[in-house]
DNA sequence: GGCTTATTGGATACTTCTATACAAAACTCA
DNA sequence: TGAGTTTTGTATAGAAGTATCCAATAAGCC
C-alpha cells in the first residue's frame, strides 16, 4: 500500500528525495552528474526529475555547460517554489526577512527589540512580524519551509535554547523552538549570529574551503568555526568564544564579563572606544570607533591597529590549535580595512610554525549588513533539502499545491 | 554482466558491503539492528548475512542481547579474517606488531630506529620486520587488510607524508604511501602518533563522546582533536599543535623551534628535566621527570604541578575555542597524575565562562605504551570497513580465500 | 510445564530499478 | 553544411529487493 500522504498519486515523487537534496546542495546540477552522484539509473532518475520538475520544485535554468557535443541543462531548485522566515535579533532592533531558495530576500522588515521584554513578548513581536511578511510571500512565493533566528547570544543549536547568562535576560534556557512552533507550521531553527555569519561568508564564498575560521570583530568579538565544510558547535553550542580568552599581564583590563584581561576588554569595540573616550574623543561602540577611524584620526588608527594585534594572538592560537586554510575577519571593526588586518596578520605569522601558515589566507569579509540573515537561510535551506529530511519537504510541497491554486488575494489577520 | 572479480560467483555477496559495514564499525550488531539500521528488507539482509558468514568475515558470537522474548545473536566480525601490520616509530626504536580484527595484538617486535638513516632505509627495516610478522599471522588470521605507521613528527594524512621540518631529517615530503606500496599489496596509512593515541582513547573508553580533546604530555606537548567524533586534522594536517603556542612574558625560556615561551619549553618534559638539572638533579626527558616525582622529590613535584598551569592555559584556550566535553591527558607526564592535572584543572575552571565548563571533564588517560599501534589498527580498521571502501574489502578475500586450496583440487560451483 | 514475547528462516507474488539498445537532440569544429 | 560528440528520452526484458504470510526457535514469567 502506498504511503498515505502527498505523494500518494506520485509514484515517482517517492523515493525522488535524493535526487532533490543533490540539485538544492549543489552537488550535481545536470542530468549526467545526478546519474553519477546518485548511482541510480538514467530511466530512473529521468522519471523522478520529471516528477520533480512537474511539482515545480526543481526547474531547468536556461545555463548550459558545455561538454564538447550537446551541451548540458542546468538544473536548479525553483527558488519562488518556497520562502523562509528569518529574523536577526540585535541589541536594539530586530530585522525581519523572507527569502526565497536562492537564498535572496524577498521582503523585510524592522521592529524595536527590547532586551528586557523577555522571550515571549519579543517572540510574539517577531511572529506577528512574520505573518505580515509570509502573507505578502505566499502570494508568489509558496509555502513555508522554515523559520530560522539569529541570536547575539551563545546558542545550543539542537535544543534551539540560548544558553549561558548573557545580555538576554530570561533567555536563558527558554525554548524558543517549542514557543514557535505554536506559531508556525515548519522546521524551525535557532542559531548563534556568528555562526551564521560564518556560514554566509564560507557559501558565499569560500564553498570549497574545508576548514575555515571567521572572526567577528565588533564591539564585541566572536568566531565561528567551519571544519570540514561545518559549523563546529562544540559540546554545548558555545565553541568559538574567543572574546574571553584571557592573557595574563600586568595592569589587564576589566572586562564586561567580570574577568581581567579578556581579549574584548582589549580589542572590542567597546574596549576602543573606552581608550579613545578617555583620550577626548566621544565614541561607544565599534561603529563609533570606526567613524573616528575613516576621519583617520591617529588615536583610533593606533588603537585598531593594535587591537588587530591582540585579536591576532588569538588567532595565531587558533591557526595553531586548528590549523584552517582561510581566516576571514568580518564585523564593524572589519570596515577598518588594513588598519586591522595587519595586526593580525603581523601576530599569526610571528607565532606560528610555517607549516600552518605558509597556505594560509586572511582576508577580511564582504561588509554586508544582512549577513545572519543569509547565513539563516542557508542554515534552513541545507537542514530541509538534506538526505534525511527532503523527503517530507516533497510531502508538504504536493500537499500545499494541491490545496488551492491561490488566486484569491486577501489573507486575513 | 557480473563483476569480474571475487564477487562473481557469489550473487549475494555484491552488495553486502553495507551490511559488512555496520557490523564492522559496532553501528549495528544484531541482525534486527542491520534491519532498522539499513532499512532493507529481512530476506535480504538475512541472504547478505549468510553470505559474510560464509566468507569467513563475520561470524555469530556466543553473546546475546535479552529482548524480552527470544534474545538476539550478537554478531560480529570474525578478527581473525584478517591482520595489519602497524608499526610505532619512536624516538630511537620502532615498535612493530600484527594485528587482528579486535583489534588486538597477535605478535610484535622491536626494531632500533635511526633518525639519521633518512626514510628509504628505515622503511626497508620495517618492511622487513613487517615480513616476518605476517608469515607468521597469515597462517593464522587470513590475508593482511592493511598497513599503518604511527609517526611522531606532523602528518599530512590525505598525503601520506611527513610534513614540516623536524626530527627526521630527509623524511620531509618522502612519499611513505608511494614506497610501502611497493612491498606491500594493501592499503597505507600515515598518522601523526598524537592523533592515533587520541583515536586509541577515544575508541577505547570514549566512544560515545562527541568532542574530546587529547593532550599529550610528554618530553614534548602535543594534542589530539576529536570533533565529532572524528579526528580532526586541519588544513595540512598540522592541527592540535599545542606545543608551540607562545605566552608572551619576561625571561621567556627558549624553545627548541627557536622562538621564545613555547608551551612546551616552559612545561614540556625536556623543559621540567632543564629545570631540575639547575637544581642539581640528573633528569634529561619525561621519564627522568617522572622518575624524580615517583620518588617525592618536592622539587620534581612542584616543577609537575606548575607545568600543569601552563598546559591548563592552552586547556583552557583550547575550551573557549572548541568547547569540548571531555579533555584526556595522557602522555609520560600523566603518570603524574594528579600533580599535573590539578594544574590543569585549576587554569581551566578559573579562565573558562561557566557555560563550556558546566559539563566539562578532565581526566587522565589509561597509562598505556601500545596506545599510538591501536590508534593506528582502529584508523586501518575504519577505513577499510567504511561503506565507500567496504566492496573492495569482500573482493579481496574471497579472492585470497579462493586461492590457496586448502584441502584439494577444485571448490563446487 | 504452559504462556508470552521476540527473533530468525523461508516461500511466494509483487514492485522497483537496472541494463541495454535505439533514437533524437543540441552543440562544436572543420 | 555535415561529421563528430555528448546529452537526453524511451521501450523492453530481466534482475534485485520487498511485503507478507507462515513456521520454528529460544528465552523469561507465572
Redesign the pocket.
Known amino acids: 500500500?502506498?504511503k498515505t500522504n502527498g505523494t500518494a498519486e506520485r509514484?515517482?515523487l517517492?523515493?525522488s528525495g535524493e535526487i532533490l537534496s543533490l540539485i538544492a546542495t549543489g552537488t550535481a546540477t545536470?542530468?549526467?552528474a545526478l546519474l553519477e552522484a546518485s548511482?541510480?539509473?538514467?530511466?530512473?532518475?529521468?522519471?523522478r526529475?520529471?516528477a520533480l520538475i512537474e511539482t515545480g520544485l526543481v526547474r531547468e535554468t536556461a545555463r548550459?555547460m558545455?561538454?564538447?557535443?550537446?551541451?548540458?541543462?542546468v538544473l536548479g531548485i525553483n527558488e519562488q517554489a518556497g520562502f523562509f522566515l528569518v529574523a536577526n535579533i540585535g541589541e536594539t532592533y530586530i530585522h525581519l526577512a523572507a527569502m526565497d531558495l536562492e537564498p535572496a530576500i524577498v521582503s523585510q522588515s524592522t521592529i524595536p527589540f527590547n532586551a528586557s521584554d523577555g522571550p515571549a513578548v519579543s517572540l510574539a513581536q517577531i511572529s506577528d512580524g512574520f505573518d505580515i511578511l509570509a502573507a505578502k510571500a505566499r502570494a508568489s512565493h509558496g509555502s513555508l519551509f522554515g523559520v530560522s533566528l539569529s541570536m547575539p547570544t551563545p546558542v545550543d543549536f539542537k535544543r534551539g535554547r540560548v544558553v549561558g547568562p548573557s545580555v538576554l535576560h530570561g533567555w536563558d534556557e527558554f525554548d524558543i523552538i517549542g514557543w514557535l512552533r505554536g506559531r508556525f507550521d515548519a522546521p524551525i531553527y535557532v542559531e548563534n549570529d556568528v555562526n551564521l555569519m560564518a556560514t554566509h561568508e564560507h557559501r558565499q564564498n569560500f564553498r570549497h574551503v574545508d576548514d575555515m575560521f571567521f572572526i567577528k570583530a565588533g564591539t564585541g568579538i566572536g568566531s565561528g568555526i567551519v571544519a570540514g565544510g561545518k559549523i563546529f558547535r562544540g559540546a554545548q553550542g558555545a565553541a568559538g568564544d574567543i572574546g574571553h580568552i584571557q592573557f595574563s599581564s600586568e595592569n589587564a583590563p576589566l572586562c564586561r564579563c567580570g574577568k581581567l584581561g579578556c581579549v574584548e576588554a582589549r580589542a572590542g569595540g567597546w574596549a576602543i572606544a573606552r581608550d579613545l573616550s578617555s583620550r577626548g574623543f566621544t565614541a561607544e561602540n565599534a561603529r563609533d570607533v570606526i567613524s573616528l577611524v575613516e576621519m583617520q584620526k591617529p588615536e583610533a588608527l593606533m588603537l585598531l591597529r593594535s587591537a588587530g594585534r591582540v585579536i591576532g594572538e588569538v588567532a595565531s592560537d587558533v591557526v595553531s590549535i586548528l590549523n584552517p586554510s582561510l581566516i576571514v575577519v568580518g564585523g564593524t571593526l572589519a570596515r577598518g580595512g588594513e588598519f586591522l588586518l595587519s595586526g593580525i596578520r603581523e601576530l599569526v605569522y610571528q607565532r606560528c610554525l610555517p607549516l600552518a601558515t605558509r597556505e594560509l589566507q586572511i582576508v577580511l569579509a564582504n561588509p554586508q549588513k544582512d549577513s545572519a540573515l543569509f547565513g539563516a537561510a542557508y542554515l534552513a535551506l541545507e537542514d530541509i533539502f538534506s538526505l534525511g529530511k527532503v523527503e517530507q519537504l516533497i510531502d508538504r510541497h504536493t500537499i500545499d499545491r494541491a490545496r488551492p491554486p491561490s488566486q484569491s488575494g486577501a489573507i486575513a489577520g
Do not use: E, F, I
Open positions: 500500500m502506498p509514484p515517482a517517492v523515493n545536470s542530468r549526467s548511482g541510480l539509473s538514467r530511466v530512473t532518475v529521468t522519471q526529475l520529471n548550459t558545455p561538454s564538447g557535443g550537446r551541451p548540458t541543462r
